[in-house]
């Protein structure tokens, strides 16, 4: 290979860029872009395709062109779903189920893999502690041990369990690494900044369980991170991810940040920024050109060796080799599949399921269930009748969606369902009076109130941050208005990030989220709303009362004047003298249609030396009416450290599934590695002495034990 046969192995374009172009005429976004003809026949990947048969003419197209006959390979963003969706990685998190997590990946992995897609830009497993930011949706949530367990699920998922070699197996790229979850003040792109420890500690233990579960590529995050954009971060890409963790797969820019490492003010030019890429061992370029342009003077001048073009565009046919693109260039793509399984029955239900396990009832005063046998329900809201599949929803239509009205007048065929909008999403529009007007004339007239309201799919995802996160004004108003017309009236809530429902939690005597459900949504409601399906879901991100909380999150570090209890009004300690300190609703909560009794945990041990462990065991019962599944978690704190340590921290949970009545013991094993951190000397060990445990069903609750690490 030439080295611009090399250096276009190590970039990558939009199949669009690519797509009008043949080799001897370089057209559209390409020729904007300034690449030649022999750069475009020689590209390695391309990102952002979407039917089989474009990738089966691309391929074809590239292969008679590409003087070494080396495939292109096909990359997307299939975040939650490829044409069937299923819910936001948010809300994928809430169900606290990595079993349905890693088949709902291998769902997403056959409709990508046979509409011609071998690599996958997720998932994305940045620690996420602040609503703001829009891409909380991305995320499994604020908790980096159960971050780490979805991290390792859903490669399992898109990669399989046979190294890429089932036929459907699609390559994961982790991203973004690292620490763009941190962006400040929840704005998407913004610098972070923290301390080796919190980076290591929080930050950082999800990436590596990706890379350990097997990852094939690593993609760097836009942000700077303590002063150095990621895409160029040799301490990070370099340091951490090749020499310490041992990753030897490809590692890609995300869109376009060598050439933003100059509007960072960290490269001169974009010559400056391809000598940073590549200095930080990064392999692709996507969607800019600085390699391309600038790396054979940089050679020329011995500031790069033509040794680590080599080693990085071996990296890249190692993955080609290892997908069988050179015996089979097309892999699963094919017509006929992507018509058969894309939107299949099977993935409908399993969508459904999904969709069924991620919402997480907030509150209910016994409106819920509904009955079956109710004779009229009004669906209002500025979501009623639209399906919502969320931001990231690749091939995924919303008119393939099922509406929470359309769920409903499936499931009570014989009731009357009526349907209003009430208001605009609100976001920049007041109430409009007669919409209001009509919207109560209907609430009056109906038994119950489904009131769809919340976020448009567009307010979170990437880009899309919000000061408040609260419900805009005239959804409130909207909210109050029908609440006092009729009291049996539920609210659904569909959103990407927690939401501040500080000022409307006592308006209405339900609430439930579905977050951003997918192709299933509105079926999906329909049987929670009528208690057909028990609620399980489980908040991964604490709720505040105010966006003013932000950062909000429950493993937070202890204080030196912690607020004694949340009723206190006591002065000079921690606290806000307008708002509680603690969330509305915490990590791990959720309601249930069942009532679950937790017994008093017992400990095999109160003492354990190193490298020995200890049970913790107790009784769960359901006491209530119907089956039920609650998710029971394992909460450590370690009270004296050489290094102040969160208030609790997760170390494991059980999901248990109880029948009316039902009981069970629950164990969980604890062993020295559970309370090891990065202590003050660095190292990352357990330190001896007292620790306090808790088995609960949130982060709030629980009454804790302790035991000794001598
Ligand atoms: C996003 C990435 C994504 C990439 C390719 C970027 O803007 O930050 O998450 O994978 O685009 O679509």
Redesign the pocket.
Known sequence: MTLEQKLAQMSQYGTSYLMATAKDDVTGPARALGLNGEQVAAVGST??SAQAADVIAMQQNHLANDPNKIPLLFMR?VIHGYRTIYPIPLGMGATWDEGLVYDCCRMAAKEAAVSGIQVN?SP?VDLVRDCRWGRNMESTGEDPWYNSRMAAAMVKGYQGDDDLQGKYDIAACV??FAAYGAAESGRDYNTTDMSEHTLREYYLPAYRAAVDAGVEMV?TS?NALNGIPCAGNSRLAADILRNEWGFDGVVIS??NSFHEMVNHGYAANDRDAAEKAIQAVTDIE?MSTCYLRYMRALIEEGKVSEEQIDQAVLRILRLKEKLGMFENPLRATSVEEEAKYCLCEEHRALARRAAEQAAVLLKNDGVLPLSENIGSIAVIGPFAACGMNGWWSCQGKTDESVSVAAGLRAALPQATITVAAGCTDGLHDPLDPAMLEAALDMARASESVVLCLGEQEGWSG?GNSRADVGLPAAQKELLRRVAAVNPRTVVLLFNGRPLALGDVIDAAPAFFTMWQPGTEGGSAAANLLLGRVNFSGHLTMSFPYHVGQAPIYYNSMRTGRPKPGDDSTMGYVSRYVDCPNAPLFPFGYGLSYTDFTYGRPTLSATQIKRGESLTLSLTVKNTGKMAGSTVVQLYIHDPVASLVRPVREMRDYARVTLGAGEEKEVQFKIDEAMLAFYTAEGRYEAEPGCFRVWAAPDAASGEALSFTLL
């Open positions: 990102l952002g963003d830009f994305m991203k973004h993609m836009f995300d869109w996507m990437e």
